[in-house]
């Protein structure tokens, strides 16, 4: 008996967390879409009035489509950023 | 000084071990968790590099890992508001996984392995520069990195000299050779990140008819630097791969199963000859600019084999390195030579000859597998195992040959191999049937005795890592048909006795007794598997496939169990 009473609880349990991560994924789609249809849509609309090219910020020398690297900052401080 | 490399979460997951400067273990995740291509976190891979170094997680003293995960954020935020609002569905894939995981390294690195110390991240491109020339024989050589993207950077040039690797110019998304093979791939209905080496099989039995077109796809100039179309394209903002536009110039994209034909193979020709075309433009121009006489080459394209064949025939530079892992598994290597040799200063002390840096299970190990499942073998003394081996080739038997440590990198070279006889014309076919289970289009390669290989090929430099494609002579190939390509070619390893004793050893026996000192080889998995790792992996791989036999260690077993 308590060995079905734990079964159970435990596929009650895993139901919840079920229902629980349908809510999560609802709700983390409808929170993207509320950001992306307005903090990005303002950005990029503005980007695109004002003629800027945001997967080409920076512009190749001439004849050729090769873009300057600068030096990577080799200190142990540089690379402990993710960025 | 112990330095830990992770690569992880995108695709081909790996992690490599660093011990005072010498590498003593590398391998990808794929070969523990048995899913191709594998991208979790690679704590099966770590586990057994700090098993193989004799250290706990405590003794690391740098943990690196293979990108600067916020540049690679910024370039998805900044591609999502370029594209906007056709990267709706790409941004609400992608976003939720940046949160939860890929923003979330070190927390993630420090909960499943318990690490305190300093985590260290490095550039994608330095990293696949670094894992090549630092590990390569040369003490000064131009580097060439290209692949799908890193952080925003797809493809880098520079040069390494010594201790130091300084790249100088790079191309950045969406601007990618790689991505761009990998489009024509998902046209021809192949998965992308895996059905890359089947468009280059197919290549050979096309025509490149479509490279007008192509002009209007990408922009190559004399200097090999590119750029793409975009409006060919959708990866930059889609779940796709190319756009609406790339299927009114070229056609309906092939479906999953449906049968290839002249159009197609001549997409695969078209797009093979493009990326060699550019690749070698982009070497012929770092030959110029940095005058170097030899090219290390990192990044996916590396694993390019036809391309690298090209080069080395076609390019002044006497000799090229590209290490057998060279698409982003091999990039856990890079962060440790990186970090050891450029952050910290010490010099290089390792040159990477072979690719036996995975897991070794002994001959006991092996006996007790097999005793415990009752399997029946046989033990054979070394001179045995040779004899017995060749033999058994010569009667046209297929025989999964798995002997030391499994292989670093995409390619099965000589110690988890599947082994046939060469000389049999329809032996591509019946691996293809009974055993791999692959598209009968793709070819098989050759092993060969190294100092005997230049009388079969047309190859002047060792090739131990099976990254370079080269021309059969014309008046061998009806005596090695198995693994002679449609176009005359084969995708070449040369093997020593100083790298790999047992399997030189094999195929010099293989040639006493047949006169070819060359054999069939192929990678012991079934289609859509990895290689195999432990002995049940291999014994369980033998057991459901066509192969006849099965030598691991000094143990052969037959399929009927009369051994």
Known sequence: ?83 | MNILGISCFYHDASAALLQDGKLIAAVEEERFTRKKHCTDFPKGSIDYCLKQGGITIDQVDYIGFYEKPMLKFERILYTGLATWPRSWSSFVRSIPLWLTQKLQIPVIIRQETGYKGPILFVEHHLAHAASTFFVSPFDEAAILTVDGVGEWATTTCGLGRSNHIELTQEIRFPHSLGLLYSAVTAYLGFEVNEGEGKVMGLAPYGQPVYRKQFEDVIDVKPDGSFRLNLDYFAFHYGTEMFSPRFEQVFGPRRQRGEPLNDHYNNMAATVEAVLEDTMLALARDLKKTTGSHYLCIGGGVGLSSCSNGRLLREVPFDDIFIQPAAGDGGTSVGVTTYINTMLLGNPRNYVMRDAYLGPEYSDDEIETYLGQNGIPHTRLSDKELLETTARLLTEQKIIGWYQGRLEFGPRALGHRSILADPRNPKMKEIVNERVKHREPFRPFAPSALLDRSPEFFDCSVPSPFMLLVADVHPDKRALIPAITHVDGTARLQTVTREENGVYYDLIAEFDRQTGVPVIFNTSFNDKGEAIVRTPEDAYKCFAKTGMDYLVMGHFLVSKDGLT
């Open chain 1, 1 to 83: 008996m308590a060995s079905s009473n734990k079964s159970g609880l435990a596929r009650l349990w895993d139901g919840l967390k079920a229902f629980q991560n349908r809510v999560a994924i609802a709700l983390t789609v409808v929170l993207l879409f509320i950001l992306y249809f307005t903090v990005f849509a303002v950005i990029a609309i503005l980007a695109k009035l004002f003629g800027k090219d945001l997967l080409h910020p920076d512009k190749p020398e001439p004849g050729s489509h090769w873009l300057r690297r600068e030096p990577a900052d080799n200190t142990l401080e540089s690379f402990a950023r993710q960025f």
